[in-house]
């Protein structure tokens, strides 16, 4: 009987997912969304850790997370039968915390309310193909040196909460106090994580946080006591969502109508290249792009992707993209859907050792971040530096990013720069929503000076 379960359930997931057609079995599947969630379950640490700078309930954001994922990849498996697992994106959660909430002062529950017109955006700009329009029309380099500068953004970010990168009177920044017990912890943890990642460790970052955090327990704090505090239990319900869920609001947008234009501009397009980025690169992994660099049902997974940014706001997090671990999952040999529900089956999980999650303290979550920024900026090698009129927007988007604190002001920088070589400098062909693009980044830029010019 016990057997004759299993075919049956078999039966059904053959049916599902078409695991003979695509070569692969349930049990390459279950271990391809096993080692999918190894490499991305640090965002369950990191995206509350990120996200409580703009003064979210940690607790909260862990249910967030966890759920924001799973229920995207279950998503994505049930229009794709792809193997393609989602959780709250590294780079725009970043965005969120410290460019809109921090940098701009805006309120989260506001800037919720941006990532959900940003998601309806997305939905309408992927149903009716424009999406695609808005991807072809800005240049690769460009393309390429906005993940580079995200890249450089996020370990920058890690370095200053790892206390290794400090603020310098003379300087704007200088060198951490390296006899301090918690920066040469962090210190020795960006050099962990970077050995384990080169060699090829499953899980390497993940791994490395919580040998890290382990270690915390034995090392003493600049505040008393140890850097790792033990939590009282290991095992607990989910913390509730209510403080997060449904508490957004469109307060910003409907009072600072030119401020928020860029805003989910940016949004819009950093979500865009993460999430195309990463669809193109799996399904290319994963054989599912065919010999002309087509992917099918491409439609269907940006209309997943785009419903997924509008879920993300209503439970409370920041855009939930695709993420580009799940190559790792590929690698192992998923090949459907079935990774991905795997991979939200482990999601959930992991809800019930929430205390586990929040033990984890920053100085253990910083290194991870600078891996994942070094990841990223790995991509800078497909510039082709030597051409000025390339180099000059490419580097300018990529350094602008960390020195302004911004992303949006290095995309912003970036485009314009593009755009006034190709009429000033080296005649060059750029599409016409580029310039656009362009136009709307000037006005925000300038937007304060003219501001003070029409007066109040």
């Given at each position: 009987?016990?057997?004759?379960?299993?075919?049956?359930?078999?039966?059904?997931?053959?049916?599902?997912?078409?695991?003979?057609?695509?070569?692969?079995t349930?049990?390459r599947?279950?271990?391809?969304?096993?080692?999918?969630?190894?490499a991305?379950?640090?965002?369950?640490?990191?995206?509350?850790?990120i996200?409580?700078?703009?003064?979210?309930?940690g607790?909260a954001?862990?249910t967030?997370?966890?759920?924001?994922?799973?229920?995207?990849?279950i998503?994505?498996?049930?229009?794709?039968?792809?193997?393609l697992?989602?959780?709250?994106?590294?780079?725009?959660?970043a965005?969120?915390?410290y460019?809109?909430?921090?940098g701009?002062?805006?309120?989260?529950?506001?800037?919720?309310?941006?990532?959900?017109?940003?998601g309806?955006?997305?939905?309408?700009l992927?149903?009716?193909?424009?999406?695609?329009?808005?991807?072809a029309?800005?240049?690769?380099?460009?393309k390429?040196?906005?993940a580079a500068?995200?890249g450089?953004?996020?370990?920058f970010?890690?370095?200053?909460?790892?206390?290794?990168?400090v603020?310098?009177?003379?300087?704007?920044?200088?060198?951490?106090?390296?006899?301090?017990?918690?920066?040469?912890?962090?210190?020795g943890g960006?050099?962990?994580?970077?050995?384990?990642?080169?060699?090829?460790?499953?899980?390497?970052i993940?791994?490395s946080m919580?040998?890290?955090?382990v270690?915390?327990?034995?090392?003493?704090?600049?505040?008393?006591?140890?850097?790792?505090?033990?939590?009282?239990?290991?095992f607990s319900?989910?913390?509730s969502?209510?403080?997060?869920?449904?508490?957004?609001?469109f307060d910003?947008?409907l009072?600072?109508?030119?401020?928020?234009?860029?805003?989910?501009?940016?949004l819009?397009l950093?979500?865009l290249?993460?999430?195309?980025?990463?669809?193109?690169?799996?399904?290319r992994?994963?054989?599912?792009?065919?010999?002309?660099?087509?992917?099918?049902?491409?439609g269907?997974?940006?209309?997943?992707?785009s419903?997924?940014?509008?879920?993300?706001?209503?439970l409370?997090?920041?855009t939930?993209?695709s993420?580009?671990?799940?190559a790792?999952?590929?690698?192992?040999g998923?090949?459907?859907?079935?990774t991905a529900?795997?991979?939200a089956?482990?999601?959930?999980?992991?809800?019930f050792?929430?205390?586990?999650?929040?033990?984890?303290?920053?100085?253990a979550?910083?290194?991870?971040?600078?891996?994942?920024?070094?990841?990223?900026f790995?991509?800078?090698?497909e510039?082709?530096?030597?051409?000025?009129?390339?180099?000059?927007?490419?580097?300018?988007?990529?350094?602008?990013m960390?020195?302004?604190?911004?992303?949006?002001?290095?995309i912003?920088?970036g485009?314009?720069?593009?755009?006034?070589?190709?009429?000033?400098?080296?005649?060059?062909r750029?599409?016409v929503?580029?310039?656009?693009?362009?136009?709307?980044?000037?006005?925000?830029f300038?937007?304060?000076?003219?501001?003070?010019?029409?007066?109040?």
């Amino acid at each position: 009987m016990w057997v004759g379960g299993v075919k049956y359930h078999r039966g059904v997931f053959e049916r599902v997912f078409r695991l003979k057609e695509h070569g692969t079995t349930v049990r390459r599947e279950l271990v391809a969304g096993l080692t999918t969630f190894a490499a991305m379950a640090y965002i369950l640490a990191v995206n509350p850790g990120i996200l409580k700078a703009a003064g979210m309930p940690g607790d909260a954001l862990v249910t967030a997370t966890a759920l924001g994922a799973a229920m995207a990849s279950i998503l994505m498996a049930a229009m794709t039968n792809f193997p393609l697992a989602m959780a709250p994106g590294m780079g725009i959660n970043a965005f969120f915390a410290y460019t809109i909430c921090v940098g701009m002062g805006i309120p989260w529950q506001s800037a919720l309310g941006l990532v959900f017109i940003n998601g309806c955006l997305f939905l309408l700009l992927s149903v009716t193909g424009i999406r695609q329009r808005i991807l072809a029309s800005i240049p690769l380099d460009l393309k390429v040196a906005i993940a580079a500068g995200i890249g450089l953004f996020i370990a920058f970010i890690g370095l200053k909460d790892g206390g290794l990168v400090v603020y310098n009177e003379a300087t704007l920044v200088g060198l951490g106090d390296l006899s301090s017990p918690s920066v040469l912890l962090f210190a020795g943890g960006v050099l962990l994580t970077c050995v384990m990642i080169a060699r090829g460790v499953p899980g390497a970052i993940i791994l490395s946080m919580l040998l890290l955090a382990v270690a915390g327990l034995f090392v003493p704090s600049a505040q008393g006591g140890m850097i790792t505090q033990w939590p009282g239990k290991i095992f607990s319900w989910p913390a509730s969502i209510e403080p997060l869920f449904l508490n957004l609001n469109f307060d910003f947008v409907l009072t600072e109508h030119i401020k928020a234009i860029p805003v989910i501009l940016t949004l819009l397009l950093v979500d865009l290249f993460d999430n195309l980025g990463t669809l193109i690169g799996v399904t290319r992994r994963a054989g599912i792009m065919d010999e002309k660099g087509n992917v099918p049902k491409l439609g269907n997974a940006l209309v997943a992707d785009s419903i997924a940014a509008i879920l993300s706001s209503l439970l409370g997090t920041s855009t939930v993209v695709s993420y580009i671990e799940s190559a790792a999952g590929v690698q192992a040999g998923g090949r459907t859907g079935l990774t991905a529900i795997t991979v939200a089956g482990c999601f959930l999980v992991a809800l019930f050792v929430t205390p586990v999650i929040l033990m984890i303290p920053a100085v253990a979550v910083a290194p991870a971040l600078v891996a994942v920024g070094l990841v990223m900026f790995q991509s800078v090698t497909e510039l082709k530096l030597d051409h000025f009129d390339i180099a000059a927007p490419a580097m300018l988007t990529i350094l602008f990013m960390p020195l302004s604190f911004s992303i949006n002001s290095g995309i912003g920088i970036g485009l314009i720069t593009l755009v006034v070589l190709g009429l000033f400098a080296k005649p060059r062909r750029f599409d016409v929503v580029t310039a656009v693009l362009a136009v709307c980044f000037l006005l925000h830029f300038l937007e304060p000076g003219l501001r003070k010019l029409t007066g109040p």
